[in-house]
């Protein structure tokens, strides 16, 4: 197709702009060749005729579906407005940084921090292709690391740019990028050393400029080594022509090295004063730029920083301040001050006080360099002359050692970095990262400017080298012509600079001349390059500089200064001052040695490409271009050994005006001024950077050859609608898309067909999409012009069918009006009559007829079928009477001969189970009486007690009233009586004060023991309802703590009626005289004497006491021992042979039939149930009593206190008198007790001895029936245990009547009587305990019987096996030495493929518990302990093992859980036995609490659950993205656009072609094999959960950083496959995991893409709905938002600032990305095991036959 042709109407032109360089304009008017003009019209709507000829039309405009691509080079026009629209579109509209052009990676400097560069997006492009994801710095350091790890091949990435471009910055987050991804657990170190090493370089390598806060002033290659693990093991540098001018001169705003402004910063810390440093404005070389201070930089946070990195690079305080010195040192030699003496002559005071700082910093003699730092010495071959210098020349060389010294100091730290992050091993492979200053032109170009730019020469020759071949190579692969492209090619510039006689080899020869000059130097070159070398050229209007045509610019360069710089050479005199230092580091910087070997040996040579004679001179090998020509060589050479990666970094603007302000993350901030706008991306820069840094020589490279390239697929889904209907008959995709390309592009050269691609030249790509487009329209009119014409089809079809309906009704009304008359009715209807009758009649004759027939039918059918059945019934009658007869009498017979036989033996073994019940009825028995007789006594002793307190209280009361009358009368007796009694006062105030403490005393103790006894019911109550258990084993001891509590509550409240009496006659007796007082004092004290006798007379009867209890227990200790050696003999004379012949093995397997004992079990249980529930109604009535009773004995305190009170009011004048009344009376009133309580220990003591002889009485009796009925079970061994069972049952039953009687007895008894009753109770029942003990002994005997039977029975079995079923106890017998067999049979060895399927779920689980209820039962608890800690072990052994098993991790989950809940479920906790059979409630353990390993099984099992949920993400997460995104679950409706060159790079689709069947089949296998491991369901929706949040997530992360799969094709295939997820939940069963809230963010996601975003309504829907996502997400997706045709609109900005204004209250986060190893919390939930511990099975495939079932 001829380019002409393209310019038609409605297409779009660039056309040159001074302003904005490049501007757009519409074609008004189609272009035919031969045309003067082109007719366009501006964006404004200027009309404009732009001139044109065939070769000079304005560069097409892509369409609008290419622009904002990834890639440059799939645009479909390449050039530079194209290049430029593009980098413009997503920079200053979509705010992304990074665009593709072809091999190189273009970064747009955006002068402000993103949110781009987080671990979680490392994650997110790490093992990703290039070209999958958006364009990043990360994904070109995942190619190079991929292609370094799969090809074994070292790789370079080479960054360059301008100054401020973000060279530093790029480089810094590649190194990041390879130390997050190689990062390894035991070396982790080493990836923080390389990393640290950036602070250093940058603080003395960097500088403030014009251009950037933060430049790079000297070129970096970085060399990070790797092993054979891929692991960075350690890192070299090498660095290239550092700029030393800036230490002694910086222009206007700019600044010295960092260095130098952080130790000023710091010179007041203690350990920098000895460096006498001051502020940075103070220093001559730190104060000539006149910006001391960048703005938001902190230097001295820095110099912090700094001294960390030194530290982490093992770099310890005194290297840092001996580098800190030698900077110091630098600072204090630029103020020295250089005088002129005369116009030849100057000098240095040697007293300048920082000279002598200089001198003491570095070791130096004070005078030998203020002498030689103005004079210098030459050397001749006859004398040695002393030289002076001028003042200009002083100062000159004192620049130059400071240059010198701090070169020396840069690379010594740049060595002593090496040498920190050296390894010893040898490396595996690297990869070098290359900051590199670019392509530079200033107004003023030097020496710096000219080396800089030969760097940028080389590097661009080696550029072009490696772009042709890959070129070469993709043609090689896909069998296409090689031609050889025209190109620029700069080998003759690079000859012009370095080969014979070149720029560079002048500059070494007019430096050796010793009167050389810059002058003579740049003769030279005039006269051998001027109009002899088109790239060279003098300038017309100078004769100091010269221009060189670069690849990117012509630049001019002044001569001024070039042979000094090229020297860089201090005098000797100098030197050798330096190397009589004292300072080590100083005498090392000047020594002289052998020059340092470079890295790569001898191996590498420079040759240029002219040959260039080698000098002798040994200057010429050590002037500054020569060394910088050598190291460039050897850069030059190490990157033509690697594959190189490029990196180009631009400036958007001078400014440094940041692309967004902080108000706006991903969006637009409104209101931005146009000339701002165009004020941060200044295009004309831009234009000039592209130019310099080679890409638009790629994109023009690429254009003349083929730079479009399709596969055949993509070809075929984009363009299938070009294609007619026999091609796509054709079959053969290939066949198809070839003869699609004939028919439409004639000319054959514009495209080529390779092996898997098409290749097309620029343009054609524009016109297959014209054409495209152009289809789609035509057929759009078409469907619009049907659709249109079926809705007014459908319409007129609609109104034609009203009319229609309207017609029909007005002429039947019509009619009607003209035809309906009285006659034609009256006819009409009586028609209707006749006609009703006739149908009538008509069909009930055909109903007769029709039902006639079917009775017929019926009738001969029903009797076919009756007598069909008569004949088979009288045929099976008779058998079937004869098979009833014969059934009958062979089940009667079988069932009374089992029954016959079994039946004693089934007796035996039921009667060990029910007295094992009856032990501890009767145990409840006992302590429920004991408990009785308790309550009743508490219960009358509380009856008498309120009875005498509410007596007490009425007598109070009446002696109140008489008292207060009283106290009238004694008060007028009392005033006559004061003058007598005041003369005994003074003899009486002592006993007074000493009866009023007794009496405060004797209060408090009162109302103490009040509290005290008031509380202690309470709390004795409160306890017995918390602990019934407890109280009922020790309720003999708590009914002794009532009784004594009850008694001294009536000791009180005797005590407290004594005083009531006492302060009564206390008022009667104070009439009677004092001689009758002393008299009965007298009385009281002797009798007072007799206390002590008493108190001693109770001590010796309780001891009495406690040795008659003491003889008793002796004697049922003795008469236990009787009848346990009793009980031996008569086992041994026990005859096993007679019990074997009477029981034969069948009569054993079938015990246990009748089930009588069951039955009188059950009586007896129902029995002690209502005997139960009595006991808690009274005990019940009991506490409500007690509860009354302690609120009256309060009511009571409460009133005694207040009366307690009123007298002491009443009586303070003679209270002395009243107080020692009362002591005396009180003390004479204890006497009677004292005799009382002695005369009842001797009764007790009496009915003790009594009660003892009738026990052993009744012993020796007992023993005797022992005897009797041993003897004759001997005899009747059959009818025993029902005997037993019997006579148990009457006890019982007895034991049960006469408690009922007592209890009825109990309630019409007065509270005396039930006292004494309940002791007599307490006798009787110790009696009836030493029968239980009897008992006890009987079935110990029976159950030692029935053991001798059993085991009889087993060896029975053992000989003859039994065909009756086997009764087992739920556990497993093995040896401790058997344990490390079991363990390693059990779990080390177990696999569980193939043998899962038909395993009981948990069985290992089970077998363990098993063995561990054996252990158990042993009650061993060091084989307890043995086996948990054993089996722990081995599982996590095992898991250790299989840490990437799937099958084996979600096996051994399972089975820790299920043994974790078979510890639990037979742990005898009540929580846990409530889904418990009676079965599974007795095998529980019995003998040890394993809560403790519970908690252990529980953290096991914790990490297994994590390692299992790892092992699953890392087996889903290559898939999630093909299968989510990539593939198309609805084939067809997604169209492919334009890849460009990054499809085609050397990253090789080393991934399978997963679909979102393989993610759901993956989802399948794991639900699966989690059910057939029997992991617990809860577990599985958990973990499904999980699994879908990481799909989610994966998605979600994938989607933001790429930009192709943001559309509303993509969003649509997206909600179909949620639709796939969501279903196979569904079809799984496990919508109740949430694991569906998980896929919310991407369903909003993909509704997003899918809604319509141009409206506000729009807006606020979108607000609404996205509410699972953040704003930062939903800006991002509204941004990236990428059309597939031209039919659908990009998002504009407009819309975008509306949802943002929607969204900005939202306080979300700010994180763009979702955290994919987010785990959400787990729990194991308790769940029972429903099978029987009795009938498991153990299979034989688990090789446990040593294991013996009990």
């Not at 969006?667 to 950077?689: K, N, W, Y």
């Not at 002793?941 to 509410?950: N, R, S």
């Not at 353990?1485 to 390993?1493: G, R």
């Not at 987010?1718 to 308790?1726: E, H, N």
Request: neutral net charge; glycine residues 4%.
């Amino acid at each position: 197709m001829a380019v002409a042709e393209l310019y038609t109407k409605y297409n779009r032109v660039w056309i040159p702009d001074p302003e904005e360089v490049w501007r757009s304009a519409e074609i008004v008017q189609d272009y035919r060749a031969g045309d003067k003009v082109l007719h366009l019209r501006l964006e404004d709507g200027t009309e404009l005729e732009y001139p044109s000829e065939l070769g000079t039309l304005p560069p097409l405009r892509n369409p609008d579906i290419l622009v904002g691509e990834n890639d440059l080079t799939a645009l479909s026009y390449l050039h530079e407005p194209a290049v430029l629209h593009n980098l413009r579109v997503r920079f200053a509209e979509a705010r992304l940084i990074y665009t593709y052009s072809g091999i190189i990676l273009v970064a747009i400097n955006p002068y402000k921090q993103l949110p781009i560069y987080g671990d979680a997006i490392i994650h997110a492009y790490s093992g990703q292709n290039m070209g999958d994801m958006d364009p990043h710095i990360f994904a070109v350091a995942e190619e190079a690391y991929k292609q370094m790890a799969r090809n074994n091949r070292n790789q370079s990435v080479i960054v360059s740019g301008e100054s401020g471009a973000g060279k530093t910055v790029s480089a810094r987050y590649a190194m990041r990028y390879f130390a997050t991804v190689s990062k390894s657990s035991s070396n982790t170190q080493v990836e923080d050393r390389v990393l640290a090493s950036n602070p250093i370089t940058e603080a003395v390598g960097n500088a403030k400029t014009t251009r950037n806060d933060n430049s790079s002033r000297f070129g970096k290659y970085t060399e990070i080594s790797f092993d054979e693990r891929n692991q960075i093991v350690g890192a070299n540098m090498r660095t290239y022509l550092l700029e030393k001018s800036r230490v002694v001169f910086q222009s206007e705003n700019e600044r010295n090295y960092h260095i130098f402004y952080q130790l000023c910063a710091s010179a007041r810390r203690s350990e920098f004063r000895h460096l006498k440093l001051d502020r940075a404005e103070e220093f001559s070389y730190t104060r000539m730029g006149g910006s001391a201070v960048i703005e938001g930089v902190d230097d001295e946070a820095d110099m912090v920083e700094t001294q960390k990195t030194f530290a982490l690079l093992g770099f310890h305080e005194d290297f840092q301040l001996d580098v800190f010195t030698v900077l110091a040192a630098i600072l204090h030699l630029g103020n020295v001050q250089v005088t002129a003496a005369g116009a030849e002559r100057s000098s240095i005071s040697e007293d300048d006080c920082h000279l002598k700082v200089f001198c003491e910093l570095l070791g130096l003699e004070r005078s030998q360099v203020a002498q030689w730092l103005c004079h210098r010495k030459i050397v001749t071959t006859s004398e040695t002359v002393v030289k002076p210098m001028t003042r200009l020349q002083a100062i000159n060389a004192r620049d130059a050692l400071a240059k010198k010294i701090y070169a020396h100091l840069f690379d010594f730290i740049v060595d002593k970095i090496n040498g920190a992050l050296g390894f010893s091993g040898r490396r595996h492979s690297f990869i070098g990262v290359l900051d590199i200053y670019g392509f530079e032109t200033f107004d003023v170009n030097s020496f710096e400017q000219f080396c800089i730019n030969y760097a940028n020469e080389k590097l661009q020759q080696q550029f072009n080298l490696h772009v042709f071949k890959l070129e070469q190579e993709e043609y090689m692969k896909e069998d296409i012509p090689w031609t050889l492209i025209d190109f620029y090619d700069n080998q003759p510039v690079i000859d012009l600079i370095e080969a014979k006689m070149g720029i560079l080899e002048l500059l070494d020869e007019e430096c050796l001349l010793p009167h050389g000059t810059d002058e003579n130097w740049l003769q030279k070159l005039y006269n051998n390059f001027v109009n002899k070398n088109p790239l060279f050229e003098k300038p017309r209007m100078s004769n100091t500089a010269f221009l060189i045509q670069h690849f990117a610019d012509k630049v001019e360069y002044q001569c001024e200064g070039f042979l000094e710089k090229n020297r860089d050479t201090v005098y000797e005199t100098l030197v050798e001052t330096m190397q009589a230092s004292t300072f080590h580091l100083c005498a090392l910087f000047f020594q002289e040695g052998p020059a340092p070997s470079s890295p790569f040996g001898s191996a590498i040579t420079v040759k240029p490409a002219k040959q260039v004679l080698k000098s002798s001179c040994k200057h010429l090998r050590t002037s500054v271009g020569s060394k910088f020509r050598s190291s460039l060589a050897l850069l030059m050479e190490t990157l033509n050994a690697t594959t190189p990666h490029y990196v180009r970094c631009i400036k958007p603007n001078d400014q440094k005006l940041p692309f967004e302000s902080t108000a706006s993350l991903w969006g637009v901030v409104p209101g931005t001024p146009p000339h701002l706008a165009s004020l941060r991306f200044d295009s004309r820069r831009i234009v000039q950077q592209l130019r310099a840094c080679g890409v638009l020589e790629t994109i023009r490279i690429s254009a003349q050859s083929y730079p479009s390239r399709w596969t055949y697929i993509e070809f075929y889904s984009r363009y299938g609608v070009l294609m007619t209907r026999q091609e796509l008959a054709a079959g053969d995709k290939k066949r198809v898309c070839v003869a699609v390309l004939h028919r439409l592009i004639q000319d054959s050269n514009q495209y080529q067909l390779g092996k898997t691609k098409i290749f097309f030249r620029a343009g054609q790509v524009a016109y297959l999409e014209k054409l495209r487009l152009d289809t789609l329209r035509q057929a759009c009119v078409v469907i619009q012009k049907r659709v249109r014409g079926w809705l007014q089809r459908k319409k007129f079809l609609r109104a034609r069918h009203a009319a229609v309906i309207i017609q029909r009704y007005c002429r039947g009304q019509l009619t009607v009006r003209k035809a309906v008359t009285a006659r034609a009715l009256k006819e009409t209807w009586a028609a209707i009559v006749l006609q009703r009758h006739c149908r009538g009649y008509l069909v009930r004759s055909l109903y007769q007829l029709i039902r006639v027939a079917a009775i017929t039918l019926q009738a001969h059918t029903r009797g076919l079928l009756a007598r069909r059945k008569y004949r088979k019934m009288l045929e099976e009658h008779k058998a079937v009477i004869l098979q009833k007869h014969a059934r009958a009498w062979l089940a009667r017979r079988r069932f009374q001969s089992i029954r016959r036989l079994v039946l004693n033996v089934q007796l035996a073994h039921r009667v060990q189970r029910l007295q094992k019940k009856l032990e501890d009825q009767n145990r409840e028995n006992h302590g429920l009486v004991e408990k009785l007789t308790s309550l009743a006594a508490l219960r009358a002793g509380d009856t008498d007690k309120v009875q005498k307190l509410e007596q007490e209280l009425e007598r109070a009361a009446a002696q109140r009233r008489s008292t207060e009358e009283k106290e009238r009368k004694y008060r007028d007796a009392v005033e006559q009586k004061l003058a007598a009694l005041q003369k005994h006062n003074s003899e009486l105030e002592i006993q007074k004060a000493q009866v009023q403490l007794r009496l405060q005393e004797k209060t408090q103790e009162l109302e103490e023991q009040m509290d005290k006894l008031t509380k202690q019911l309470l709390d004795d109550v409160q306890k017995e309802e918390r602990q019934r258990a407890l109280l009922e084993k020790s309720f003999e001891l708590k009914a002794q703590d009532y009784e004594k509590q009850l008694q001294s509550l009536r000791e009180e409240t005797l005590a407290l009626q004594r005083e009531k009496a006492q302060l009564q006659r206390e008022l009667e007796e104070e009439r009677v005289a004092r001689e009758g007082l002393k008299g009965e004092v007298a009385r009281l004290s002797q009798q007072a004497k007799t206390i002590s006798e008493f108190e001693k007379e109770i001590e010796l009867l309780q001891m009495q006491k406690i040795d008659v209890e003491k003889l008793v227990q002796s004697q049922k200790r003795e008469m236990r021992e009787k009848m346990s050696k009793v009980t031996r003999q008569l086992l041994e004379s026990y005859d096993i042979e007679d019990v074997r012949s009477r029981l034969s093995a069948e009569d054993l397997g079938r015990l246990n039939e009748d089930g009588e004992l069951w039955f009188a079990y059950e009586g007896l249980k129902k029995a002690t149930r209502v005997l139960e529930s009595h006991f808690q109604s009274q005990k019940d009535s009991y506490e409500k009593e007690i509860e009354a009773l302690n609120f009256k004995v309060e009511h009571l305190s409460q009133e005694i206190g207040r009366l307690q009170k009123l007298f002491r009011e009443e009586s303070d004048v003679h209270e002395n008198v009243r107080l020692e009344v009362a002591r005396l009376t009180l003390e004479n009133m204890m006497i009677p007790d004292f005799k009382q309580q002695i005369s009842e220990l001797e009764k007790q003591k009496q009915e003790l001895e009594l009660r003892l002889q009738e026990q052993t009485e009744k012993m020796k009796g007992k023993t005797e029936e022992l005897w009797d009925l041993l003897s004759r079970e001997e005899e009747e061994e059959e009818g025993a245990p029902r005997r037993a069972l019997d006579s148990q049952s009457e006890r019982d039953t007895a034991v049960e009547e006469q408690l009922r009687g007592r209890q009825g007895a109990g309630e019409l008894r007065q509270p005396s009587e039930a006292r004494g009753e309940a002791s007599g109770l307490l006798l009787e029942n110790r009696g009836l305990e030493e029968e239980l003990d009897m008992k006890d002994r009987v079935i110990k005997k029976l159950q030692d019987q029935v053991k001798t039977l059993t085991k009889t029975i087993e060896k029975a079995q053992d000989a003859h096996p039994s065909s009756g079923p086997t009764e087992y106890l739920g556990m497993l017998q093995y040896r401790r030495e058997d344990e490390a067999r079991l363990l390693q049979n059990l779990i080390l060895d177990l696999k569980p493929r193939g043998v899962v399927v038909n395993m009981l779920p948990g069985l290992p689980a089970h077998i363990l518990l098993m063995c561990l209820r054996y252990a158990d039962a042993q009650d061993d608890a060091a084989m307890v302990r043995s086996l948990l800690d054993g089996a722990i072990s081995a599982i996590k052994q095992v898991v250790k093992e299989h840490l990437e098993d799937f099958e084996m991790l979600s096996f051994w989950l399972s089975n820790t859980c299920h043994f974790l809940n078979c510890l639990k479920q037979y742990s005898g906790e009540e929580e846990f036995m409530r889904q418990n059979s009676p079965s599974q409630n007795k095998n529980c353990l019995s003998n040890f609490d394993l809560s403790e390993y519970r908690q252990i099984l529980s953290d096991v099992a914790i990490r297994i659950y994590h390692q299992f949920i790892i092992v699953m993400e890392n087996s889903i997460q290559p898939i999630i993205v093909p299968g989510m995104l990539e593939y198309e679950s609805l084939q067809g409706l997604s169209g492919l656009k334009p890849t460009g060159f990054r499809k085609r790079s050397s990253s090789i689709d080393d991934t399978d072609a997963y679909t979102m069947t393989s993610v759901l089949q993956q989802l399948s296998y794991f639900h699966c094999t989690m059910c057939q491991s029997g992991l617990d369901a809860e577990l599985v929706r958990q973990a499904v959960k999980q699994l879908f949040y990481l799909i989610g997530a994966v998605t979600l992360n994938s989607l933001f950083l790429r930009k192709d799969m943001c559309s509303c094709r993509k969003g649509m295939q997206i909600r179909c496959n949620i639709s796939y997820l969501e279903e196979w939940l569904k079809d799984k069963n496990l919508q109740a995991s949430a694991a569906k809230d998980t896929l919310e963010p991407l369903s909003q996601v993909a509704w997003l893409l899918q809604v319509k975003k141009t409206t506000d309504s729009d807006a606020q829907e979108i607000a609404e709905r996205c509410t699972s996502l953040s704003t930062v997400q939903i800006i991002k997706i509204l941004n990236s938002y990428t059309p597939i045709d031209d039919f659908e609109k990009r998002v504009t900005l407009s819309f975008v600032r509306k949802v943002q204004a929607l969204l900005s209250g939202r306080e979300d986060s700010v994180q763009l990305m979702l955290d994919t190893k987010y785990l959400f919390p787990a729990t194991f939930p308790f769940s029972a095991s429903p099978h029987a511990l009795e009938q498991l099975q153990i299979p034989s495939s688990l090789k446990l036959g040593f294991l013996r079932r009990l």
